[in-house]
């Protein structure tokens, strides 16, 4: 038996099925989860039933079932990431390259991690000589 034909037998029809999941405030991805459907192929379904319009808005939708991801997250707000590399360590670095070119084609270090962490090459080259002559 198909995991259609399971559906339909549970519930009288895939419309059916959709529309209960969607009355309830689920997304289209626990709906898929519920249903034991893989998502695209869920999509797929929703489109040549024309059944995509079913479904609340997320701001409507259950709290249990909105997704999880980074679309909850308010404007502006940053992401909260787990640091690499300590600053000591990306500044012992730069110390090593003169200009950020040879940091790029040298360095295990992604210049980006340099801008995104100092602002630019130059305030980390300055950061990086002033710990050497303090550390010294």
Known sequence: MTKTQEIRKEYGSFKA?????AGIGCSRVLAAEY?????????DLLKRHNLNGEFK???EMLRECRPRGGAWRKKGMKIPR???YSDEYLL?????????TTFMSMSDVDVSTIYRRFGSWSNA???SESTLTLGA
């Not at 012992?92 to 950020?100: G, I, K, L, N």
């Open 92 to 100: 012992e670095e730069v110390s090593r390259y003169p200009v950020s």
């Open 82 to 84: 787990r640091l690499k």
């Open 57 to 59: 808005p997320q701001k």
């Open 17 to 21: 099925a959709v529309k209960h999941y």
């Open 35 to 43: 249903l034991g459907i893989s998502l695209p192929y869920f999509r």
């Open 125 to 127: 080259k300055k950061l």
